[in-house]
């Protein structure tokens, strides 16, 4: 399918935007300071906590946070086990899930757990991270998918 753009500039911190590309959901969400703060403690908890699986990403995605802006996170919203949409629990608090939660989205099918960078945790169904989708920014507030 064609590339789809997205206007971010009304997206808010912990909001996520829902698009649609070649068939499949994309999230766009904004992360907060404390997200991204708390991102790198997890790293000894996930499978491939530097995204070294190149099949999730494209190239220029790398690192811990797997976005072009700190903040943003794009991502395909696709659970990597069998494909089931994780929801998302943006919140860092102990409840619903377990004392270490620190916000990410869970899938509800077979309780796989990944971050809100996308990592996948260890101990759970799904093999691999989320796929970041290729994406570029237009100009500061749009985002091209695609
Ligand atoms: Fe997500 Fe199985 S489809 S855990």
Redesign the pocket.
């Known amino acids: 399918g064609a590339p789809i753009s997205a206007d971010i500039s009304a997206l808010e911190e912990g909001q996520r935007m829902i698009l649609e590309w070649r068939g499949q959901p994309i999230w766009i969400v904004k992360r907060s300071k404390a997200i991204l703060a708390a991102l790198p403690t997890l790293d000894a908890h996930l499978r491939d906590p530097k995204s070294e699986n190149k099949d999730q990403q494209p190239a220029y995605i790398t690192g811990e946070l797997r976005s072009i802006k700190p903040e943003v996170s794009v991502l395909v919203g696709l659970?990597t086990?069998?494909?089931?949409s994780?929801e998302m629990k943006a919140e860092i608090r102990p409840e619903p899930f377990d004392e270490n939660w620190k916000g990410g989205y869970f899938?509800p099918?077979?309780?796989?757990r990944f971050d809100m960078a996308g990592r996948v945790f260890q101990g759970?169904?799904?093999p691999t991270n989320l796929v970041v989708p290729p994406h570029h920014y237009e100009n500061d507030t749009t985002i091209v998918i695609g």
């Open positions: 659970c086990h069998l494909g089931c994780p899938c099918c077979h309780k796989s759970v169904p799904a």
